[in-house]
């Protein structure tokens, strides 16, 4: 390793430059997130292309193993150039990179298997979390069996101090830990049936407390419909106990206002509709085996088990329309088909690369010089990591580009007609996901826990069922080689270097203005605005990539400097129209997202964007509807409402 050859930022910068074709944030984000580097800052690959080469090398290692493997180049062609298939963060920075000692998993969740209410087990929740962020996890956990304030304890303090105390030391723990220029990201949950629940809620509207965790609240069928019928409802401790220590009576819709007015307010909590959640997970189906869903990653796409974590994937959506923005356009479902095989496929692999960095982790800790004692918990944390991973072989096949293959395709994001193709293409991929898991069971063995049985009456396997016989009858018979399957993840950077809208979302903004500084012996520039202190700044255009393509095809002028009135008569002809984050139809966003998490079997983050003026009564009126439409989680964020 030690003769690798190493480039300077400037070389790496200016080749990756390249490779963008000119797009500067992208070949900075990647030179600076995703370039193989040593713990030195030592660069080792020059632009995306080694990188890809580099994955493409050890994904082909694994496929070895099994039968019909795919070769190295052909696992190239897929993530040549971002285009269709791209490994999320941590997959990408870890495959294949020898010079730093770190997971391959994007989400993990911890907990505490029995009674978690102990100092004991909040210290050790604690020390888990923090080991697992320096390993560049996000982590979630659920704070539910913590018992309320003011109930008796068996110690000195006599009562205990509730929820918030402790909110607040595992979000001082996520800021104390830094990622290589990332954030620790962590989730912390509480069930609405815990007495401290508001407590909860209201933790994070005292500015400067629980600054390091998202925050969201598990919220129940029961609870919505006390809420919306303005009817009493009982929180309990513990919070399943059918004989509680404490139980409270309180006025659902109350408790709903103060959520509804906090997000309105504040942009938390989050809200997780549980009960569908745990309906719909098909990993509940063994519950008793260790997979009982407790809490999601930091995101919310993700809901886990303890212990369990899970590697993410996304397909390009925008790279399946074929004469994107013409009356010709069409989607190629043939050839997605057979990419979505081939990224669960490469999913599977993933798995395995993350149990042979799992194995380093825990040769890592053993060969440490630190006394055994101090290091049992976190060689005991990666044996539980290695057995739910092993066990189950979770993955996560996402998407991204929703937003520019709509407007592709001449629709109109958040119509009925846009929702409707959406489903076909979620459809689509989530039978030929499951159709790979189960022919990968057949070339190498399902997953160890499976069982056709338990699964019989899950809603997603009966959807899976409807839609396909034969591939249910082929999964009862051979397996699958996966418990779960597919996500939808906000794919921030990543969809920076596919150039492309991120995740689910709707385009955030197809033009926008840009300032850059004036120096008073520039040429050629053209000053239009001066600031208050004399400094002078040209505006320039920065146009969204794909909106460009469709000028392009239009055969409007790209070089010509418009004012605002000509940008917004431009937008308004184009299939961007009414579709942007803050104008987009926020009911229909809703429904959209509640019909296409029908077709996933884990969860969707999706961040609805509203404008500033917005008043609580629209936040609650989506909210309801995401519940109603079988969301399993909303998020809100008004213009302006987090500084």
């Known amino acids: 390793m030690e003769n690798l050859k190493t480039y300077t930022f400037d070389e790496a910068y200016k080749a990756s430059l390249n490779y963008f074709a000119g797009d500067e944030l992208a070949a900075r984000v990647w030179v600076n997130k995703y370039a193989m580097k040593d713990s030195y800052g030592n660069i080792y690959e020059c632009s995306p292309e080694d990188m890809h080469h580099r994955l493409a090398n050890e994904i082909a290692r694994i496929e070895k193993k099994y039968p019909n493997p795919m070769s190295a180049e052909e696992?190239?062609?897929?993530?040549?150039?971002?285009?269709?298939?791209?490994?999320?963060?941590?997959?990408?920075?870890?495959i294949g990179n020898n010079f730093q000692v770190a997971s391959l998993s994007n989400c993990f969740v911890i907990g505490i298997d029995g009674d978690g209410d102990s100092y004991g087990a909040i210290m050790r929740l604690d020390e888990e979390q923090v080991q697992l962020m320096k390993r560049r996890g996000g982590v979630g956990h659920d704070l539910s069996q913590i018992r309320p304030k003011g109930t008796p304890v068996n110690n000195s303090a006599l009562t205990s101090t509730g929820l918030v105390p402790f909110m607040e030391r595992y979000s001082n723990s996520t800021r104390e830990v830094a990622q290589d220029g990332r954030r620790g990201a962590l989730m912390l949950s509480v069930s609405i049936k815990h007495p401290d629940s508001e407590a909860f809620i209201d933790a994070k509207m005292t500015e400067g407390k629980v600054t390091g965790a998202n925050v969201s609240v598990k919220i129940d069928d029961e609870f919505m419909e006390a809420a919306v019928a303005d009817k009493p409802y009982t929180q309990r401790f513990p919070i399943d106990s059918s004989n509680p220590l404490v139980e409270k009576k309180i006025s659902a819709k109350k408790l709903w206002s103060k959520i509804v007015h906090n997000a309105w307010k504040s942009a938390e909590p989050g809200v997780l509709f549980w009960d569908t959640i745990i309906r719909e997970s098909i990993p509940d189906c063994y519950a008793d085996l260790g997979f009982r869903t407790v809490s999601t990653n930091p995101c919310g796409e993700i809901p886990l088990c303890p212990y369990d974590s899970c590697r993410l994937l996304s397909v390009n959506l925008y790279s399946y329309v074929e004469n994107p923005f013409t009356k010709e356009a069409k989607f190629n479902f043939e050839l997605f088909r057979s990419h979505v095989a081939k990224a669960q496929r490469i999913m599977d692999d993933i798995v395995d690369l993350e149990l042979e960095k799992v194995d380093l982790i825990m040769s890592k800790?053993?060969?440490?010089?630190?006394?055994?004692d101090i290091k049992h918990a976190e060689y005991h944390l990666w044996e539980k990591i290695k057995n739910k991973s092993s066990l189950g072989r979770r993955t996560g096949v996402g998407i991204t580009a929703e937003g520019d293959m709509i407007a592709a395709m001449n629709l109109r994001y958040g119509t009925q007609e846009a929702t409707d193709f959406s489903v076909d293409v979620h459809r689509t991929l989530a039978l030929a996901a499951y159709r790979s898991s189960v022919e990968m069971a057949k070339e190498r063995g399902a997953f160890e826990i499976f069982s056709a049985e338990r699964e019989a009456n899950n809603p997603f396997i009966l959807r899976i069922k409807d839609a396909d016989p034969q591939l249910y009858e082929d999964m009862k018979k051979y397996g699958r080689r996966n418990i779960a399957c597919l996500t939808i993840a906000p794919t921030g950077t990543t969809s920076l270097m596919t150039q492309t809208t991120s995740g689910i979302e709707p385009v955030f903004m197809p033009v926008y203005k840009r300032r850059r500084k004036v120096n008073p012996n520039d040429t050629g520039v053209h000053v239009d605005f001066v600031d208050e202190v004399g400094d002078s700044f040209e505006e320039y255009i920065v146009y969204h990539k794909k909106f460009l393509e469709w000028m392009r095809v239009n055969n409007i002028d790209t070089e010509k400097r418009y004012s605002q009135e000509e940008i917004d008569a431009l937008v308004a002809r184009s299939p961007y129209y009414k579709a942007t984050a803050n104008d987009v139809d926020w009911l229909m966003k809703v429904r959209m997202q509640g019909a296409i998490q029908k077709w996933v079997d884990h969860s969707i983050s999706v961040t609805v964007n509203l404008p500033n003026d917005v008043d609580e009564a629209l936040v609650n009126k989506l909210y309801?509807?995401?519940?109603?439409?079988?969301?399993?989680?909303?998020t809100i964020y008004r213009d302006g409402s987090r500084s």
């Open 624 to 634: 309801v509807e995401a519940w109603r439409s079988g969301c399993k989680g909303c």
């Open 75 to 94: 696992i190239f062609q897929l993530l040549d150039h971002f285009r269709y298939i791209i490994p999320a963060g941590s997959p990408m920075t870890g």
């Open 365 to 372: 800790i053993a060969n440490d010089p630190q006394d055994d």
